[in-house]
């Protein structure tokens, strides 16, 4: 089969650029490893710039039919005390299950040829440019022949190997671990309340997503120890008092019966936008902290940014060596500030020293909270 554009993975990133593309007239495909619904690492928050992306594809009433939880407000518990503010935009919550589905249907809708499900085992490049060796375990296999490939298969995969990326073999020793828990287990949660817990090495971000269901998804900086992902939270149970406060149960009764989704050693440095001529976008441009709650945002906006290029260059007749510098100029410009400042906000949180410094700062002068919220926005 011969597509123009062929994108590899189909979450917010992958399934939004074939969209757009699919509008402005590009022959695209989208390949995805998954039968959906499916569920993946996240914690599930959707930030005003997902909703934009949303009213901007038209997509926003049907993602309104899903009941999605509103969200407005903010809190973060640390060494017995609380900090919290009104986010200044409408937030939700909701299940990646139901939002990557809802976003790949409307690809299809568009006239995005999908295939799935089927993994990328080999991407070569030719002068024409690539051919994509196709497997399935379901299926029998494919060869797919595009101009272009763009790579949203989120932050780690077999291809990055095979493309010699730099961040492979960094160990990070940085793993996070994301549970749905049902609301009977759990007291304290507000549901219009995205919260966070903290303490030496980790933090836990809580929110619903549902009438019935709450996301835990936590990072930890597990320092060459091991751990399992309910070991790992009753040390923050241990640690943090408003955590603890949260079940009504002990821990083990609440996670242990519940299926886990994580990733380990999660690289937050810098990654190649472009790679042997393929465009990274999502989280396989790079990752931000999900403490800043906005990957998926992100996602979105690298995804539109890369198709208004695309656009670009086919009307202003653009070559190639200009479409990679272009995207990986405005990708900095849009994205460089948000990583950094997440990350910074990270380190202070993972210490105990510069967690109570920092944060004992924004208890005097908490109109700094919101200033941090939006240099992690778009």
Same mark, same amino acid.
Request: charged share 25%; with cysteine; hydrophobic share 40%.
């Given at each position: 089969?011969?597509?123009?554009?062929?994108?590899?993975?189909?979450?917010?990133?992958?399934?939004?650029?074939?969209?757009?593309?699919?509008?402005?007239?590009?022959?695209?495909?989208?390949?995805?490893?998954?039968?959906?619904?499916?569920?993946?690492?996240?914690?599930?928050?959707?930030?005003?710039?997902? &909703?934009?992306?949303?009213?901007?594809?038209?997509?926003?009433?049907?993602?309104?039919?899903?009941?999605?939880?509103?969200?407005?407000?903010?809190?973060?518990?640390?060494?017995?005390?609380?900090?919290?503010?009104?986010?200044?935009?409408?937030?939700?919550?909701?299940?990646?299950?139901?939002?990557?589905?809802?976003?790949?249907?409307?690809?299809?809708?568009?006239?995005?040829?999908?295939?799935?499900?089927?993994?990328?085992?080999?991407?070569? $490049? $030719?002068?024409?440019?690539?051919?994509?060796?196709? *497997?399935?375990?379901?299926?029998?296999?494919?060869?797919?022949?595009?101009?272009?490939?763009?790579?949203?298969?989120?932050?780690?995969?077999?291809?990055?190997? *095979?493309?010699?990326?730099?961040?492979?073999?960094?160990?990070?020793?940085?793993?996070?671990?994301?549970?749905?828990?049902?609301?009977?287990?759990?007291?304290?949660? $507000?549901?219009? +309340?995205? +919260?966070?817990?903290?303490?030496?090495?980790?933090?836990?971000? &809580?929110?619903?997503?549902?009438?019935?269901? &709450?996301?835990?998804?936590?990072?930890?900086?597990?320092?060459?120890?091991?751990?399992?992902?309910?070991?790992?939270?009753?040390?923050?149970?241990?640690?943090?008092?408003?955590?603890?406060?949260?079940?009504?149960?002990?821990?083990?009764?609440?996670?242990?019966?519940?299926?886990?989704?994580?990733?380990?050693?999660?690289?937050?440095?810098?990654?190649?936008?472009?790679?042997?001529?393929?465009?990274?976008?999502?989280?396989?441009?790079?990752?931000?902290?999900?403490?800043?709650?906005?990957?998926?945002?992100?996602?979105?906006?690298?995804?539109?940014?890369?198709?208004?290029?695309?656009?670009?260059?086919?009307?202003?007749?653009?070559?190639?060596?200009?479409?990679?510098?272009?995207?990986?100029?405005?990708?900095?410009?849009?994205?460089?500030?948000?990583?950094?400042?997440?990350?910074?906000? +990270?380190? &202070?949180?993972? $210490?105990?020293?510069?967690?109570?410094?920092?944060?004992?700062?924004?208890?005097?002068?908490? +109109?700094?909270?919101?200033?941090?919220?939006?240099?992690?926005?778009?």
């Amino acid at each position: 089969m011969q597509h123009e554009i062929a994108v590899i993975g189909g979450g917010p990133s992958g399934s939004t650029a074939a969209i757009y593309l699919a509008e402005f007239g590009f022959d695209v495909c989208l390949i995805e490893k998954k039968i959906f619904p499916r569920e993946v690492l996240c914690g599930e928050f959707l930030s005003r710039e997902v &909703v934009n992306n949303l009213k901007e594809l038209n997509m926003f009433s049907d993602f309104l039919n899903l009941n999605p939880n509103p969200i407005n407000s903010f809190a973060l518990f640390y060494d017995k005390k609380e900090i919290s503010t009104q986010l200044d935009f409408q937030a939700y919550g909701l299940k990646r299950s139901a939002f990557d589905n809802l976003l790949l249907m409307n690809a299809k809708a568009k006239g995005v040829k999908v295939y799935q499900p089927y993994e990328v085992s080999e991407i070569i $490049k $030719k002068d024409s440019g690539y051919k994509l060796s196709l *497997k399935s375990s379901v299926q029998s296999s494919q060869i797919i022949n595009s101009r272009y490939v763009i790579a949203a298969y989120g932050k780690r995969n077999h291809l990055d190997a *095979k493309l010699n990326r730099k961040f492979v073999s960094y160990k990070s020793n940085l793993n996070g671990i994301k549970y749905h828990v049902n609301k009977k287990f759990l007291r304290n949660v $507000k549901d219009d +309340q995205i +919260q966070i817990f903290s303490a030496d090495g980790i933090y836990c971000g &809580v929110n619903s997503v549902s009438n019935e269901e &709450v996301t835990f998804c936590f990072l930890e900086d597990r320092d060459g120890i091991s751990r399992t992902p309910v070991q790992s939270l009753e040390r923050l149970v241990n640690s943090n008092s408003s955590f603890k406060s949260l079940f009504s149960l002990g821990i083990g009764n609440v996670f242990l019966s519940n299926r886990v989704y994580g990733s380990g050693d999660i690289f937050f440095g810098r990654r190649g936008r472009v790679e042997n001529g393929i465009f990274m976008i999502g989280d396989a441009a790079q990752v931000i902290t999900p403490l800043a709650g906005d990957g998926i945002s992100m996602a979105m906006d690298s995804a539109k940014l890369l198709a208004n290029l695309f656009n670009n260059k086919k009307q202003k007749h653009i070559s190639d060596a200009g479409l990679y510098e272009m995207y990986n100029g405005e990708w900095q410009k849009c994205f460089e500030r948000r990583l950094k400042t997440a990350l910074f906000i +990270q380190k &202070v949180l993972f $210490k105990k020293a510069g967690r109570r410094i920092g944060l004992s700062g924004l208890r005097y002068f908490p +109109q700094a909270l919101n200033y941090f919220i939006k240099k992690t926005r778009g």
